[in-house]
C-alpha cells in the first residue's frame, strides 16, 4: 500500500495508516520523504525496534501518531503542524519545556494551534507539571477563560476538516506572546501514571 502511494499519489489529502502496516525503519523513512500529506496524517504504532528516532518534520497540517517514540523534539519544533497529538508519547517534561518556550520566542512552531501529548508518568504529578512549567512567565486562571471550546482543521480554501474539543478545565495556565497570541496550558485527564497535556493556542476577542 505505502509503495503503490508513493508511486501513483505521492501527494494525498489524508492518510490513516492502521497498527503495524509500518514494519521497518527503512519503510517509515521512505514513506516520510516521499508523501506528502497535506492535511491530517494519522499512525497507530509502528513495528520498528524502538531505538529509531527522525529529526525532519512531518508535513502535515496534523498529526496523530500511536506511540511516537520515533518522533523527536527538533522533528516538532522544525515543523509547521497546526495540531499535534502524540499518544504514549516519550518526550520528557524538560521537551515539553522546550515546546513552549520556542512557542512563545515567536521563532518556531508559528503555526501550532493545538498540542496534546498523552505520556506515562516516570515522576510524580506535580513534580512533572513544575518540570513543564519550569521559567516560564505563566498567569493561573481559573474558571473560564474565554477559550474556544474547539479547534479547527482547515484546507488551503477554509474548509473545515476537523473540529477537535479539548477538554474543559477549572484551572489552566496562560502564557502569553509578543503578536497577543496566548497558550493555554492544562492537564485534561490524570489517572494512575498517564497523563493528558495540553496546549492551545487562541486569540482573545476583542
Known amino acids: 500500500m505505502i509503495e503503490w502511494l508513493i508511486k501513483f499519489q505521492p501527494t494525498i489529502r489524508s492518510v490513516w495508516i492502521p497498527d503495524g502496516v509500518i514494519t521497518s525503519p ?10 506528502k500529506m497535506m492535511i491530517r496524517f494519522d499512525l497507530g504504532s509502528i513495528k520498528t525496534d524502538e531505538t529509531i528516532q527522525i529529526m525532519e518534520p ?11 517514540y520515533w518522533i523527536t523534539l527538533p522533528s516538532i519544533l522544525n ?11 516519550k518526550l520528557a517534561p524538560k521537551d515539553i519545556n522546550t515546546i513552549l518556550k520556542e ?18 508518568l516516570l515522576l ?17 486562571i481559573d ?16 474548509n473545515v476538516e476537523e473540529i477537535h474539543y479539548p477538554s474543559r478545565v477549572e484551572r489552566v ?20 501514571k498517564t497523563v ?9 476577542e476583542t
Open 173 to 192: 495556565h496562560n502564557l502569553i506572546r509578543n503578536d497577543g497570541m496566548i497558550g493555554s496550558i492544562f492537564r485534561s485527564v490524570t489517572y494512575g
Open 103 to 120: 512557542w512563545q520566542m515567536g521563532s518556531k512552531l508559528q503555526k501550532l494551534e493545538y498540542l496534546e501529548i498523552k505520556t506515562s
Open 143 to 158: 474558571g473560564y477563560d474565554e477559550r474556544p471550546m474547539g479547534v479547527i482543521l482547515k484546507d488551503d480554501d477554509d
Open 26 to 35: 527503512e519503510l517509515l523513512d521512505r514513506m516520510l520523504k516521499n508523501l
Open 124 to 140: 510524580d504529578d506535580d513534580i512533572y507539571a513544575n518540570e513543564v512549567l519550569k521559567d516560564l512567565n505563566v498567569t493561573v
Open 196 to 204: 493528558f497535556f495540553n496546549f492551545q493556542v487562541w486569540r482573545r
Open 58 to 68: 512531518i508535513s502535515s497540517r496534523s498529526i496523530l501518531v500511536w506511540k511516537p
Open 79 to 89: 515543523g509547521t503542524n497546526s495540531m499535534i497529538r502524540l499518544y504514549y508519547s
